[in-house]
């Protein structure tokens, strides 16, 4: 795997290492050995699935609340999409800057968010499928999150949303 640091203050790209022959492919999509000498904490509890169904849906940008924080491994098992996370730890040097990253389950990046960030993503194509593994148990009452289009951000999303839920509109204004 290779690890490779983001604009964002301890948030990484995860490339993988695949040994091809004439079968087809191996690789590793986690390894807590790899993780550990990366300097990345992965102990995780939790991995999750979701499926969207049109091209444009957009889920996010959410977190859970202290002292329910979380980090993730997030990758894109089926089609692509565009990934955005934003760094919501006051005291880092890269406080209120996003980032955005295509996740496809063609280039099969994965993208180390720590907590203290936001992550949502807009899928780029019809039935698209996503898998996160997740260092902390959910807790409904901790869940939160901000608007994608907070002016506080200025995320540049690529496609018209096709699809959001209630939820993700309602966030208020983070500043
Ligand atoms: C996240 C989550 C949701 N749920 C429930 C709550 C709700 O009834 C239903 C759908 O939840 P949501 O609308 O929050 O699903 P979704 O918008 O897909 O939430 C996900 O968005 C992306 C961007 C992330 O980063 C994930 O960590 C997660 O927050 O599933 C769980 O039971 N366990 C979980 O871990």
Redesign the pocket.
Known sequence: MRFLQTLLHQAVRIEPDAAEDERGRFERSFCAREFATAGLPAAFV?H?Q?CSFAKGTL????FQKAPHGES?L?RCLRGCVWDVIIDLRETSPTYLHWQGFELASSNRHQLYVPEGFA???QTLCDDVEMG?L?STP?A?EF?SGVRHDDPAFGIVWPLPIAAI?S??LGWPDYL
């Open positions: 939790q999750s979701s889920r996010g940008m959410h993730k997030v992550h949502g993503f996160y997740i959910y409904a869940s839920s939820r993700d």
